[in-house]
């Protein structure tokens, strides 16, 4: 089906050619004739499905009638431009993100021929930063904000916009949101909003908590769940590398100086790792950066300019950039560290392989978290050939009780241990003496 088919203006078909999508995916395709409808939704979908462009081309079109302005009452600030479509995402880098995916197609639709829409104000709002520059750039009022809901809340209380003029609302990563314990601010903003409004409500997962909130927003919404498609999906090559947690490191500039990879993405669990590795890449002359939590917003950004633009090869990261970072064309991803849930790991290894691109899903198995895999590929229904690469053949045997069960949430139950047991352990296997790593 091709995207002429979902009853977009041609600007948008303009832009969405510029953008070298082919065909829309499966999310898109039932997402934005409903969006145009003005119809309620409630999608799940994988990481790297489209999501963005579902919600976001069919709100530009709906808006597309100008940038209308509301006079300013005297005694007051009420904006220009009242806030007609509200985004709300969990972290900083997935606001980025889309607020940058709306301008790029905006700047499309002004090329191929002057539109309203092309004249829609966009304002992308998040905390890590000064809040002054947000507020100035909040001067007018926008059509379309992009918010995470702490900042967002910030700005209504310095009276630097108001909300009840909303037409559309998205929620986008809604588990992901209320896991970060969002869920107080999400119902203050939910008060805020006016009654009758378009709601998007879109979430990886629904646990229960997720689906008592989407009860909350949507109005006999169209459900568009993808989940048919096995996670092991022809994109994404998924493998398994058996190795002993001390020669990890040794490994990866192994296969980093065999394969030549231009860049890969590797997840470690804690800061303290993403530092340490980092640091060990360095000293093997491999161009490395960490990126994790303790970052500002401007040297995150930094980072990943650096690394989409080829200047880094390896970017050692914690779970803050396992969802709302777009890296193009990125054909590795690193389970350096296995991640502890596996709706984490989902979202680990969809950072490769979007957009109709293929991508490789690397994982590094030592004897201790055999068992712990062997839960993630029965939660995904797939099996990774326990590969040896020659010379780092791994000679560590299991030294402590199997991990058993999954929890609800997606994490793995069985034996729990005390939060310092485990950053010992972890440094445990990150450190060890030169001889053994350089």
Known sequence: MPFSSLGLLPSLLHAVSEKGYLAPTAIQTTAIPTILRGHDVLGSAQTGSGKTAAFCLPM????????????????????????????????????????????????SMAEYRATPAASLKIATLFGGVSINPQMMAMRGGADIVVATPGRLLDLLDHNALTIGSVRMLVLDEADRLLDMGFAEEIGRILALLPKQRQNVFLSATFPPEVEALAEKIVQNPTRIAITSEPLAAPAILQRAIAVDPKRRTQLLVHLLKEH??????????????????????????????????????????????????????????????????????????????????????????????????????????????????????????????????????????????????????????????????????????TISTPEQND
């Open 60 to 107: 530009l079109q709906l808006l597309q009638d100008g940038s209308s302005t509301t006079p300013r009452a005297s005694g007051t600030i009420r904006p220009n431009r009242p806030v007609r479509a509200l985004i709300l995402v969990p972290t900083r880098e997935l606001a980025a993100q889309i607020g940058e995916s709306i301008l790029t197609t905006l700047r």
């Open 260 to 429: 030549k990879w231009p860049r890969v993405l590797a997840f470690v669990a804690t800061k303290y790792a993403a530092d340490y590795v980092t640091e060990k890449l360095h000293r093997s002359g491999i161009k490395a950066a960490a990126f994790h939590g303790d970052f500002s917003q401007g040297a995150r950004e930094r980072v990943l300019a650096e690394f989409k633009a080829g200047a880094l090869q390896v970017l050692v990261a914690t779970d803050v950039a396992a969802r709302g970072i777009d890296i193009p064309l990125l054909p590795v991803v690193l389970n350096y560290d296995l991640p502890r849930s596996a709706d984490d790991y989902t979202h680990r290894i969809g950072r490769t392989g979007r957009a109709g691109e293929t991508g490789i899903a690397l994982n590094f198995i030592s004897a201790d978290t055999e068992a712990h895999f062997r839960l993630i590929e029965n939660r995904h229904n797939v099996h990774c050939p326990r590969e040896q690469i020659p010379g780092f053949e791994p000679v560590e045997t299991v030294t402590a009780a199997p991990l058993i069960a999954a929890d609800s949430n997606g994490g793995i139950k069985g034996r729990r241990k005390s939060k310092k047991d485990k950053l010992r352990e972890a440094a445990a296997a």
